[in-house]
Nanobody, 112 residues
Framework: QLELVESGGGLVQPGGSLRLSCAAS????????MGWFRQAPGKEREGISC????????FYADSVKGRFTITTDNSKNTIYLQMNSLKPEDTAIYYC?????WGQGTQVTVSS
């Protein structure tokens, strides 16, 4: 059974940075896409970024483009989300996704 484990969330001041990690363990396909979603209180879950396991294809939502960078380490079946210039509106629970599988979520709070 595939398991996704996120880490790296926390409290940061506006303008600060955080790096999230998501490690996949268990059976995966040779080619797959992993991504990050987030859900703020009272809002729907939104997709913000994804990457192919080759690293050749990436996607960013307009809300994070230019501030967030997604990367992958295939040797570890792990993806990372480097988040810079964080804003209070980035506050949410961030979830890792691979197909029908979800991580447990990690809280990111941007506040002074």
């Amino acid at each position: 059974q595939l398991e996704l484990v996120e880490s790296g969330g926390g409290l940061v001041q506006p303008g600060g940075s955080l790096r999230l990690s998501c490690a996949a363990s268990g059976p995966t396909l040779d080619y797959y896409t992993m991504g990050w979603f987030r859900q703020a209180p009272g809002k729907e879950r939104e997709g913000i970024s994804c990457i192919s396991n080759s690293g050749g294809s990436t996607f960013y939502a307009d809300s994070v483009k230019g501030r967030f960078t997604i990367t992958t380490d295939n040797s570890k079946n792990t993806i990372y989300l480097q988040m810079n210039s964080l804003k209070p509106e980035d506050t949410a629970i961030y979830y890792c996704n691979l197909g029908h599988n979800w991580g447990q979520g990690t809280q990111v709070t941007v506040s002074s």
